[in-house]
């Protein structure tokens, strides 16, 4: 499934075709990246964020299967590969400026889209309004489940 | 109600301290920020997506008010301050590692969160699965809403 060489996209135009078009003008970053937001389909709860490069945006679109770029590894990174855990583009969208990207999905596997076990990376609560700084503690939110 | 200097959170820590401790360590990345997700508290929708730098976040935490970085003007930004659109933190959570902050927010105002005058700014669809590259074209979105 892979493309033979990285696609270009679209060249970025005025403002207003960003805005207002419809060609897709997607915004990379110096890194060449561009942010993904990742949400459950299903009940709205954010799931992970990630990064894709032309590449990995490519994959994403041509297959229906959520591919990143690992800025760890430096390596194009198809999401659940290892774990089960693929996640299924159930609907893409861009935002006004076209320089981020949120996928809504359906996780397969287990249903666990973050690397701790549990089913999102978003497991943990920042008390608002409180104290901000170094004393500032987290909560373990009542939906978190457990790590693996 | 501004902090009278920019406060310092927890010091980074380990992998396990970062994961699965609860001292508040957000990463700043080398510009000083860490990326925002905002969604809609009551719908899921995502809203928008924005930076924060360290006085933004606690300035947020403190007042429960959303404060972003604009990077375009190199200032702190009161989202809302000009158009009445304040958004209200109904929850903020961070990830396993601490590098992406998600905010559940209510819209004050008309509840018109992009800066086009729609609900969202996530107006446009990419066709999923499609053709990707130059020639992918968006679609508005059925809940995409006026301009203004």
């Known amino acids: 499934m892979a493309p ?24 990379f970053d110096a890194d060449g990246l561009i942010p993904a937001i990742v949400t459950d389909a299903g009940s709205g709860e954010a799931l992970m964020f990630a990064f894709m490069n032309a590449e990995a945006l490519a994959l994403t679109i041509e297959t229906g299967i959520v591919h990143f770029w690992s800025r760890s590894r430096a390596a194009l990174w198809k999401k659940g590969a290892e774990s089960g855990n693929v996640l299924n583009v159930v609907e893409m969208r861009t935002d006004c400026d076209q320089d981020v ?29 409180g104290d901000a700084g170094a004393a500032t503690r987290l909560a373990l939110a009542p939906d978190a489940g457990d790590a693996t």
């Open 4 to 27: 033979t060489k990285t696609p270009a996209f679209a060249p970025r135009g005025s403002k207003a075709d960003i805005e207002a078009g419809l060609a897709f003008a997607p915004k």
């Open 101 to 129: 990207l949120w996928l809504r999905v359906a996780v397969d596997g287990d249903g666990r889209a973050c690397h701790t076990g549990r089913r999102s990376c978003f497991y943990r609560l920042v008390p608002v309004p």
